[in-house]
C-alpha cells in the first residue's frame, strides 16, 4: 500500500462528522464539557474532520479519529495532563461519567461509519 495511502484517514468530512455529532446529541446524550469538530487534512489535503471532546472535570480532552486510511474501526485518546490530578469522589464520578459518554460518543461514532460504508460503498467526500 502506498506510504501516502496508510497516513491518511478516511475520508469522513466535516461536515459528515458534525452531523453525526449533533445526531448524537439529539439522541439526548449529556455532555458536560463540549464537542466539536476540528479541521485535520489529509495527506491529500482533503478534509477529515476531528472530533474532540473537551473535558469539564479536567484540563484535558479526548479527541477521536478513525484508526486509519479506509479504516472503520474509530480509536479515542485523552490528552496528557503535566501534573496530578487530585478529586473528591463526587469529582471523579463525574470525570468517570464523562469518560463514559466519550467511549459512547467513539462507539456512535463508528457505527455510523460502518452504516455509512455499508449502504454506500467507497466514499470519494
Known amino acids: 500500500m502506498d506510504d501516502e495511502l496508510e497516513d491518511s484517514p478516511p475520508r469522513r468530512s466535516r461536515g459528515q462528522l458534525e452531523a453525526w455529532v449533533q445526531e448524537f446529541r439529539d439522541q439526548g446524550h449529556v455532555v458536560a464539557g463540549s464537542i466539536k469538530v476540528v479541521e485535520q487534512e489529509d495527506a491529500d489535503g ?7 471532546m473537551t473535558l469539564s472535570n479536567a484540563a484535558a480532552a479526548v479527541y477521536m479519529q478513525p484508526k486509519g486510511y479506509d479504516e472503520p474501526l474509530w480509536e479515542a485518546t485523552l490528552t496528557a495532563r503535566p501534573d496530578d490530578l487530585t478529586l473528591s469522589p463526587h469529582e471523579m464520578a463525574s470525570l468517570a461519567a464523562e469518560i463514559v459518554v466519550a467511549g459512547n460518543l467513539c462507539s456512535f461514532l463508528q457505527f455510523k461509519s460502518l452504516d455509512w460504508d455499508r449502504r454506500s460503498g467507497r466514499h470519494d467526500e
Open 46 to 52: 482533503q478534509d477529515t474532520g476531528l472530533v474532540v
